[in-house]
């Protein structure tokens, strides 16, 4: 078991019953994915300054290092808020990860959908525009996902609401949602939004071409790939 808080990395290997602190990165750690199949192979997302850092440890998380060759590096003037990891056994050296971002104080937004298929060795930036960081957003193009509009300037409350996930049987199939959720059914290099539901996106998880969601009001399901949705609270 590993557990991430800010400045402090905690792991143990008898199920919880004694711990050591292994951290090697100061920081807000914002997310952690296992590997789907290798238990020796461990993704993080760490706040480092002004980027978040994709770090990986293939020592089962007692080490983890700075890797993602087309991963974004720290851009003066930008700013990396909040990220989220997305791993699938569909494809099982895929890690995806999304990214809030700002540049400056007038322009907030989607900083960028990136898509690895080799442990996080190597990344491509599928979404959303033509270069890592916000950029003007359209609603098309470069669709900013976390704000109250698709095509506003800002992160809504995205410390408070974000969400990702990929399918667990199809690589293709993604979620990334901030106040309200959108849906990707191409790896992240387009999205359309989902039908009206209750906002402030908490979590997703999608099995097979079911799509899961909390939110502030509760649970949802959209059981065929995000045509409808249900209220399961």
């Not at 995205?158 to 996930?165: E, H, V, Y």
Request: hydrophobic share 35%; aromatic share 10%.
């Amino acid at each position: 078991i590993v557990i991430a808080a800010k400045n402090r990395l905690y792991m143990s290997s008898d199920a919880g019953i004694s711990w050591r602190q292994v951290c090697n990165f100061d920081g807000t750690w914002w997310d952690l994915r296992w590997h789907p199949t290798n238990n020796n192979v461990c993704y993080g997302l760490v706040q480092q300054g002004t980027t978040i850092a994709f770090v990986r440890s293939t020592g089962a998380g007692a080490k983890f290092d700075i890797v993602g060759q087309g991963y974004p590096s720290a851009t003066n003037g930008m700013k990396m808020v909040r990220a989220l990891l997305g791993v699938t056994p569909a494809m099982q050296d895929m890690v995806s990860v999304a990214i809030g971002g700002s540049v400056g104080d007038t322009l907030s937004g989607t900083y960028g959908i990136y898509v690895s298929t080799d442990q996080g060795s190597t990344f491509e930036h599928r979404c959303c525009g033509s270069v890592d960081g916000p950029e003007q957003p359209d609603g098309v193009r470069n669709p900013n996902v976390f704000d109250y509009d698709i095509g506003g300037k800002g992160l809504g409350q995205i410390t408070w609401d974000m969400g990702f996930a990929v399918s667990t049987t199809d690589p293709n199939l993604m979620v990334v949602a901030g106040i309200f959720p959108y849906v990707s059914k191409d790896g992240g290099r387009s999205w359309t939004s989902l039908p009206a539901m209750h906002y402030d996106v908490q979590s997703v998880a999608i099995r097979g071409d079911s799509i899961w969601l909390t939110t502030d009001g509760g649970v949802h399901l959209s059981p065929d790939r995000g045509a409808t949705i249900r209220e399961r609270s």
